[in-house]
């Protein structure tokens, strides 16, 4: 990055410090949306604190008790460390279709959409009517070992352009987002590849996007094969960003430290094709990573030198365990901060960092705080207000996983936030693996959770009691 340009965010991060955090006094009760006229005013701390039970009010008594249920079941180790056993060795004794409807009504309708468009627009519509915007989320995870033919590759394309279509094309999908995973497009094998020549070698963006534009480019340090497999992956991304450009924000998921690098060099040729008015391509940032505060100012200088809109997906990253486990066989050093403190440290930084610019140019920068962490959306909301961000203009807004924290979510939604669910959705065969991922997620995202379960029995107990006066 530009000394000039570094030095000028470091500037404007150190006065927000020097600003300090404001204290809010004024107090607001209920849940109905915020009007226009009070969406400049600072959100009471009172809802920040996201302990009202009220967020739950317009849940049916069975979404609570399978909310509570599924939370429950999450909490055992046991279970959550041998999910994927206990769903494979279950599925082998009842059968494919008897393990679908029990798993249907329960943990996949917690998690999952739904199946056809038809279901998915029932979930869709009704998160539209608690003001919530739907991220789209074909559930494709592909590793090492996965990866098939570039048939495989055709058939995800396809199942891409429609969730593009679906993010769009209804009342539901107003300014739609959706998630797209790189490796659902080109082999994780080739990302491996790819990321260890970066190491060595620099691959200029325009050559990837004039192969997206169908010109034969020889990459270097790639054997035929593997070139040819490239250029047929970039063509592919490149009918993702053409169907996407002026109708649905794609952004673009992070995965392992191992393939990251290469996911990076596309998405950035992406955000300098796609990216030229707004920003239509965005990438994810995790900042458990210890290099992540440097991925993010490379991210702003590039976006500056090749004059394109930069769009952040900060998230904390979904991968510890494995990564770890990883960088000890290897003999490598830990990639991921040593502890959720330094985590968090990093993730509120690079926040601030992103808050700033778009406060100085929010047509230029967007970013969307994809967490379920309190502290980190109370922080982002405090700055917004601080640095005077309109909460509904698309410049910044606010993402969490279907089925999780919706306590946090609502509460932002009714204060006029921009909110997005990421919202994946198919059959129960094929969501399992994403299903496996969500219960082990559930155990790190400890405190969210428990605050979630009180929340959700507080409301309970409320009904109940209800009932019984009602009924003397
Ligand atoms: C809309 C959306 C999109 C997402 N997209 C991606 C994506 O593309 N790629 C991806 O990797 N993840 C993605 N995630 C998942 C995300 O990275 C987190 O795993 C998840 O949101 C939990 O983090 P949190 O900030 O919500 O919660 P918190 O409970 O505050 O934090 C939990 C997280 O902190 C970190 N952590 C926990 N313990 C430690 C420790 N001992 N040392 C260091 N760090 C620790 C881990 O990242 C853990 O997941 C996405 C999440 C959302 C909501």
Redesign the pocket.
């Given at each position: 990055m530009s000394s000039v340009l570094r030095s000028s965010i470091l500037h404007h991060f150190q006065s927000l410090h020097m600003i300090g955090v404001r204290t809010l006094t004024s107090e607001r009760v209920g849940f109905a949306p915020v009007g226009s006229h009070e969406l400049r005013d600072p959100v009471p701390p009172a809802l920040l604190a996201f302990k009202d039970p009220r967020a739950f009010q317009v849940k049916s008594w069975w979404e609570l008790i399978r909310a509570l249920g599924v939370f429950r079941l999450c909490s055992y180790p046991v279970l959550v460390n041998n999910c994927g056993k206990i769903m494979s060795f279950t599925r082998a004794i009842l059968g494919k279709r008897v393990f679908a409807m029990v798993l249907r009504p329960f943990v996949y309708a917690q998690f999952v959409a739904g199946e056809t468009e038809s279901e998915i627009a029932v979930s869709m519509e009704k998160m539209n009517s608690l003001g919530l915007h739907p991220?789209l989320a074909v559930p494709i995870e592909e590793d090492l070992g996965e990866s098939s033919g570039e048939k495989r590759y055709d058939d995800n394309l396809a199942a891409m352009l429609e969730c593009v279509r679906m993010s769009h094309s209804n009342g539901w999908s107003k300014d739609p987002m959706m998630?797209l995973k790189i490796t659902a497009l080109v082999s994780p094998e080739l990302c491996v590849k790819l990321t260890s020549l970066l190491k060595k070698q620099h691959y200029d963006l325009d050559l990837l996007v004039r192969a997206m534009d169908g010109e034969a480019i020889t990459f270097p340090g790639l054997s035929e094969t593997e070139n040819t497999h490239f250029l047929l992956g970039l063509k592919r991304l490149n009918q993702i960003g053409e169907a996407s450009v002026n109708k649905v924000r794609v952004?673009v998921?992070?995965?392992y430290t191992y393939m990251n690098p290469a996911l990076s060099l596309i998405t950035m040729a992406m955000m300098k094709k796609f990216n030229r008015d707004s920003a239509w391509i965005w990438n994810?940032y995790?900042c458990?990573l210890k290099e992540s505060r440097d991925l993010v100012f490379d991210a702003i200088r590039l976006s500056v030198d090749q004059s394109f809109c930069l769009g952040v997906?900060l998230?904390?990253?979904?991968?510890?365990d494995k990564e770890r486990k990883l960088a000890k066989k290897e003999g490598r050093a830990d990639p991921?901060?040593?502890?959720?403190e330094?985590?968090?440290d990093s993730?509120n930084g690079s926040l601030e960092v992103m808050l700033n610019l778009i406060s100085q140019q929010p047509d230029h920068y967007k970013i969307?705080v994809?967490?379920?962490?309190e502290e980190?959306v109370r922080k982002a909301v405090t700055w917004m207000t601080e640095l005077g961000i309109a909460r509904d203009r698309g410049s910044v807004c606010f993402?969490?996983?279907l089925g999780m924290c919706d306590h946090v979510s609502l509460t932002l939604a009714q204060q006029g936030f921009s909110v997005?669910k990421?919202v994946p959705y198919g059959s129960v065969d094929d969501t399992l693996p994403y299903l496996v991922r969500r219960a082990q997620?559930n155990r790190?995202?400890?405190?969210?959770i428990r605050k979630e379960r009180d929340l959700l029995r507080q409301e309970l107990r409320r009904r109940v009691r209800e009932k019984i006066t009602r009924a003397k």
């Open positions: 991220m998630q952004l998921d992070a995965e994810t995790q458990y997906k998230v904390r990253g979904a991968y510890m991921i901060h040593q502890s959720w330094h985590t968090n993730y969307i994809a967490t379920h962490n980190s993402g969490q996983l997005y990421s997620e790190t995202v400890l405190q969210g």
